[in-house]
């Protein structure tokens, strides 16, 4: 088990550009969560799978963010058109949906990727 | 929404003081509550969970029990150690089976030798 991973961990860049974050979950896994947290608050959710399938989208993600898990293993965060505003540290979390539909309660989070947008 | 309402910070407490942080929540149905832990440079840890009324959840000396009279999980710990010093965050699950979480703000915790 070597736990969830996030890559870049930082990632610096200027307004208007875009940017794509890649999270690979614990292998067995078949959630994944990404959220979103700013200086001095908790992290805030955004999304989730299960599988491959989107299960849920906060109305905090705009049209400008979109997140796929193509093949139900690693998943990407995109930010269309940086904007300030979207300077935050993204974390992302993945817990395990067992058989019998009970689930283990724990989401384990990965150290998440840093950005800042100028 | 739901929502988790944190005792704020920052909390400096000399070692083997007695430890308290305040945590009360609002939801709809029946949640499930934790407490993670974020030590300096490293992700977010869970520390301890309760998921029905009257449990309590214990960990590494801390200990925390939920309370829907008073919507609460109140975070508690005999005897800190200057290795609990990291940011402490209580957080909710909905029962909708989607396990999304809900976090508070976060309560820095500093313990001086």
């Known amino acids: 088990d070597t736990g969830v991973s996030q890559n870049p961990r930082h990632k610096i860049t200027k307004r208007g550009q875009n940017v794509t974050f890649r999270c690979d979950p614990i292998?067995?896994?078949?959630?994944l969560y990404w959220y979103r947290q700013t200086l001095g608050q908790g992290p805030e959710f955004l999304t989730y799978f299960q599988n491959e399938a989107q299960l849920e989208k906060s109305r905090l993600l705009s049209d400008r963010f979109s997140a796929e898990r193509p093949k139900g293993s690693f998943s990407t965060l995109e930010i269309q058109r940086t904007e300030q505003g979207d300077s935050a540290m993204y974390l992302c979390?993945?817990?395990?949906?067992?058989?019998?539909?009970?689930?283990?309660?724990?989401?384990?989070f990965g150290p998440g990727t840093r950005l800042t947008v100028t | 929404g739901d929502s988790v309402t944190q005792m704020e910070g920052p909390v400096t407490l000399s070692e083997e003081a007695f430890l308290t942080i305040n945590c009360t929540y609002t939801?709809?149905?029946?949640?499930?509550l934790f407490w993670y832990v974020q030590y300096p440079g490293e992700g977010l840890q869970l520390l301890l969970k309760?998921?029905?009324?009257?449990d309590k959840g214990s960990n590494k000396g801390f200990e925390a029990t939920y309370r829907k009279e008073t919507t609460s999980f109140h975070l508690e710990k005999g005897s800190v150690q200057v290795s609990d010093s990291a940011v402490y965050f209580c957080?909710?699950?909905?029962?909708?089976?989607?396990?999304?979480?809900?976090f508070g703000t976060g309560t820095r915790l500093t313990i001086i030798p």
């Open positions: 939801a709809t149905g029946y949640p499930s």
């Open positions: 957080a909710l699950s909905d029962d909708f089976g989607n396990e999304k979480l809900t």
């Open positions: 309760a998921t029905k009324a009257d």
């Open positions: 292998s067995e896994h078949n959630r």
């Open positions: 979390a993945s817990s395990s949906l067992g058989t019998s539909g009970t689930t283990k309660y724990e989401q384990y």
